[in-house]
T-cell receptor, first 109, second 115 residues
Framework: DAKTTQPNSMESNEEEPVHLPCNHS???????IHWYRQLPSQGPEYVIH???SNVNNRMASLAIAEDRKSSTLILHRATLRDAAVYYC??????????FGTGTRLLVSP | ETGVTQTPRHLVMGMTNKKSLKCEQH?????MYWYKQSAKKPLELMFV???????ENNSVPSRFSPECPNSSHLFLHLHTLQPEDSALYLC??????????????FGQGTRLTVV
């Protein structure tokens, strides 16, 4: 299984941009890069996903390296409600979403 | 509100009890999943259903018994559980379990405590 590596935790101040890194050096050509987040006492929530090109949606942006061995989830202006565990996951066809330990994002006022 | 509803939200049961967890989605999805999240551990995939047929069972003990009567409903029947089975049980659905270009939607989970 292709694996991802994320920092255990990161800190940010409110209203500042946050860049959450993810390394996936063994990614294959058909792996999609997915990001989910889990707020305290809630189920995971889909954030964004992509294959090769950078992606933007109302929640975040996903920047994918040209060689696809790393990606960065960008929250343009962090709010206190963005404090959560962020999971970077590689998803290939019939392999199901396999969650790692993620990055715990702390946001200070 | 994700479109995936789990009931109950909290459950306390004795080791000799039998209970069921329910999951419902009206998103028109064909795949449904059960995950287990123990304290301080990553989510563990338990079961996968596609078009009401079980397609994956990740070495889950037989005291957990899933049921998928139709594409909108998924149950997890519990019997003779152990205290170490206490965890957050999460249900999810997606359009197609074989398509990586689609997202999964999770319910809020059932917090289970076995006493």
């Amino acid at each position: 299984d292709a694996k991802t590596t994320q920092p255990n935790s990161m800190e940010s101040n409110e209203e500042e941009p946050v860049h959450l890194p993810c390394n996936h050096s063994t990614i294959s050509g058909t792996d999609y890069i997915h990001w989910y987040r889990q707020l305290p006492s809630q189920g995971p929530e889909y954030v964004i996903h992509g294959l090769t090109s950078n992606v933007n949606n109302r929640m975040a942006s996903l920047a994918i390296a040209e060689d696809r061995k790393s990606s960065t989830l960008i929250l343009h202006r962090a709010t206190l409600r963005d404090a959560a565990v962020y999971y970077c996951i590689l998803h290939t066809g019939f392999q199901k979403l396999v969650f790692g330990t993620g990055t715990r994002l702390l946001v200070s006022p | 509100e994700t479109g995936v509803t789990q009931t109950p939200r909290h459950l306390v049961m004795g080791m000799t009890n039998k209970k069921s967890l329910k999951c419902e989605q009206h998103l028109g999805h064909n795949a449904m999943y059960w995950y287990k999240q123990s304290a301080k551990k990553p989510l563990e995939l338990m079961f996968v259903y596609s078009l009401e047929e079980r397609v994956e069972n990740n070495s889950v003990p037989s005291r957990f018994s899933p049921e998928c009567p139709n594409s909108s409903h998924l149950f997890l029947h519990l019997h003779t559980l152990q205290p170490e089975d206490s965890a957050l049980y999460l249900c999810a659905s997606s359009q197609d379990h074989g398509d990586p270009n689609t997202e999964a939607f999770f319910g809020q989970g059932t917090r289970l405590t076995v006493v």
